[in-house]
């Protein structure tokens, strides 16, 4: 089956599509936005609908075989390049250490185990999932790559040129989904960032404004830090208002709680059968980017404060954390029996052994 990767790369008034086939070569397509309606080809298809534009201006792309339909008009606003200034008196980062030991977390991991450095100097590192065949995936973003790690620790590209890809996950039908925030962009979408897809291949995604020196186009007027959920038809919904400072997103192992990770602290929201979510409320104190689950429903958040994975029970009690030997941003298991825990930050790829097992029906 073609691994796909797809977002919406939205340069001036066209939207642009990405996706990857089976021989890993990026394909893409035009499509002007208008008030008519044009027809275009993907091979394989895919599908996407947008109605958080105004009530006018509807954007639905649906899928039939490889006919891809587009209607209506999509939003419009300037593209501001906002220049990176150079840092002032930026001390160097720390050198990730080759390992360093876990403390014992009953039922999570064993004292004593090693967390191991595999490979230092990635240029971004984001995304950690598991593949079908137990390999761990992540995406080494500033180098527009997918890095594959198999179980003999056997580093290789898996994909190149994606776009700047930083979330990853696969859905029900084997296809491989990415959120991409190549710069610029116009549209409704300012930098989507984490995702998970639940059991009806409905997706979960963030989509944080970026901070003022990122080179990120300024978000339309009025925009805010938002959580998203695009429905199996294929439409977008917006969820809450509540996540201010959205960033990993994860789904509990029965999928009726989402959570989110919101400046300094975990948010978790009861979801509904029709995936809006509901009863908003704090379900740890604790900053995070990545977030992970076991099939105890144990959450993971990587924390670069402390420099480490803080583990949560499904009451939100912490457990205890496993150290990193660099400031994590991305936490996931895979493995042969999902029980090798994945984490990367700051360009570099760490693994340990767990007593605690990921969920083997999904990527993360």
Same mark, same amino acid.
């Given at each position: 089956?073609?691994?796909?990767?797809? *977002?919406?790369?939205?340069?001036?008034?066209?939207?642009?599509?990405?996706?990857?086939?089976?021989?890993?070569?990026?394909? =893409?397509?035009?499509?002007?936005?208008?008030?008519?309606?044009?027809?275009?080809?993907?091979?394989?298809?895919?599908?996407?609908?947008?109605?958080?534009?105004?009530? =006018?201006?509807?954007?639905?792309?649906?899928?039939?075989?490889?006919? +891809?339909?587009?209607?209506?008009?999509?939003?419009?606003?300037? +593209?501001? +390049?906002?220049?990176?200034?150079?840092?002032? /008196? &930026? &001390?160097?980062?720390?050198?990730?250490? !080759?390992?360093?030991?876990?403390?014992?977390?009953?039922?999570?991991?064993?004292? $004593?185990?090693?967390?191991?450095? #595999?490979?230092?100097? %990635?240029?971004?590192?984001? *995304?950690?999932?598991?593949?079908?065949? @137990?390999?761990?995936?992540?995406?080494?973003?500033?180098?527009?790559? #997918?890095?594959?790690?198999?179980?003999?620790? /056997?580093?290789?590209?898996?994909?190149?040129?994606?776009?700047?890809?930083?979330?990853?996950?696969?859905? =029900? !039908?084997?296809?491989?989904? $990415?959120?991409?925030?190549?710069?610029?962009?116009? *549209?409704?979408?300012?930098?989507?960032?984490?995702?998970?897809?639940?059991?009806?291949?409905?997706?979960?995604?963030?989509?944080?404004?970026? /901070?003022?020196?990122?080179? %990120?186009?300024?978000?339309?007027?009025?925009?805010?830090? #938002?959580?998203?959920?695009?429905?199996?038809?294929? &439409?977008?919904?917006?969820?809450?208002?509540?996540?201010?400072?959205?960033?990993? +997103?994860?789904?509990?192992?029965?999928?009726?709680?989402?959570?989110?990770?919101?400046?300094?602290?975990?948010?978790?929201?009861?979801?509904?059968?029709?995936?809006?979510?509901?009863?908003?409320?704090?379900?740890?104190?604790?900053?995070?980017? $990545?977030?992970?689950?076991?099939?105890?429903?144990?959450?993971?958040?990587?924390?670069?404060?402390?420099?480490?994975?803080?583990?949560?029970?499904?009451?939100?009690?912490?457990? @205890?954390?496993?150290?990193?030997?660099?400031?994590?941003?991305?936490?996931?298991?895979?493995?042969?029996?999902? !029980?090798?825990?994945?984490?990367?930050?700051? *360009?570099?790829?760490?693994?340990?052994?767990?007593?605690?097992?990921?969920?083997?029906?999904?990527?993360?």
């Amino acid at each position: 089956m073609a691994s796909i990767v797809f *977002g919406i790369d939205l340069f001036s008034t066209s939207f642009r599509f990405f996706f990857f086939s089976k021989e890993e070569r990026r394909k =893409h397509v035009h499509v002007s936005c208008g008030d008519g309606e044009a027809k275009f080809r993907l091979e394989p298809a895919i599908e996407l609908a947008e109605n958080y534009a105004h009530p =006018h201006k509807r954007m639905e792309v649906l899928m039939k075989s490889a006919i +891809v339909r587009v209607a209506a008009l999509c939003l419009v606003a300037s +593209v501001v +390049v906002v220049g990176q200034a150079p840092p002032q /008196n &930026q &001390q160097p980062p720390e050198p990730a250490l !080759k390992e360093v030991i876990a403390p014992d977390i009953p039922g999570v991991i064993k004292g $004593g185990t090693k967390v191991v450095l #595999l490979r230092d100097g %990635f240029n971004g590192t984001e *995304g950690v999932i598991s593949m079908p065949d @137990g390999s761990a995936l992540f995406t080494e973003q500033d180098a527009n790559k #997918l890095i594959k790690v198999d179980k003999n620790d /056997n580093i290789s590209t898996y994909l190149e040129n994606t776009n700047r890809t930083v979330g990853l996950a696969y859905d =029900h !039908k084997g296809r491989l989904i $990415g959120t991409q925030s190549r710069n610029p962009m116009v *549209g409704v979408l300012v930098r989507p960032n984490d995702l998970v897809i639940d059991r009806n291949n409905g997706i979960y995604f963030s989509d944080p404004i970026p /901070n003022p020196q990122a080179a %990120f186009r300024e978000p339309p007027p009025g925009r805010k830090p #938002l959580l998203f959920y695009i429905k199996p038809s294929g &439409q977008l919904m917006k969820l809450t208002d509540e996540v201010t400072a959205p960033n990993g +997103v994860q789904l509990s192992p029965d999928e009726k709680t989402l959570y989110a990770t919101n400046g300094t602290r975990i948010m978790a929201f009861d979801v509904q059968p029709d995936g809006s979510v509901k009863n908003g409320r704090t379900f740890a104190m604790s900053g995070g980017d $990545g977030l992970a689950i076991d099939t105890a429903g144990r959450l993971y958040a990587a924390v670069a404060a402390v420099r480490g994975i803080r583990v949560f029970s499904p009451q939100g009690q912490d457990l @205890g954390t496993i150290p990193s030997g660099t400031p994590p941003q991305s936490v996931g298991f895979a493995g042969p029996q999902k !029980k090798t825990l994945y984490i990367v930050g700051r *360009g570099a790829l760490y693994k340990t052994q767990m007593i605690a097992e990921g969920i083997k029906s999904r990527a993360k």
